[in-house]
């Protein structure tokens, strides 16, 4: 049963902004870290953001910094991700994550995935 659940990905143009979500579906991660990846076709697997279980730490790659927000409202057992000022280059499948360090940058660190959310942006 898949655990974290992604949605809000679609077609957006270049400028454009969208709200990612992801539901842990049975409540496990709570007092994990959470986190958001992606992954474009032919490269590997991007940190974005990741957020400590309270949501009082945060931390971005550099590549998303200033554009994008990571959020979590742990009554909903949802952590999102805001993105604005979305650029071609941010095309590719969006994942969500839970892993014990909010402060990891790498992919291994975090055990439980969600199974992806495309986000394509046209120029």
């Known amino acids: 049963q898949v655990q974290l659940v992604e949605s809000g990905g679609g077609l957006v143009q270049a400028g454009g902004s969208l709200r990612l979500a992801c539901v842990d579906s049975?409540?496990?991660?709570?007092?994990?870290?959470r986190a958001w990846f992606r992954q474009a076709p032919g490269k590997e697997r991007e940190f974005l953001a990741a957020?400590?279980?309270?949501?009082?730490?945060?931390k971005y790659a550099d590549s998303v910094k200033g554009r994008f927000i990571i959020s979590r409202d742990n009554a909903k057992l949802t952590v999102y991700l805001q993105m604005d000022g979305l650029k071609p280059e941010d095309t590719a499948v969006y994942y969500c994550?839970?892993?014990?360090?909010?402060?990891?940058?790498?992919?291994?660190?975090?055990?439980?995935w969600g199974q992806g959310t495309q986000v394509t942006v046209s120029s």
């Open positions: 049975q409540g496990l991660f709570t007092t994990y870290a």
């Open positions: 994550a839970a892993g014990p360090q909010w402060y990891s940058d790498r992919s291994d660190d975090f055990g439980s």
């Open positions: 957020t400590s279980s309270s949501g009082g730490y945060t």
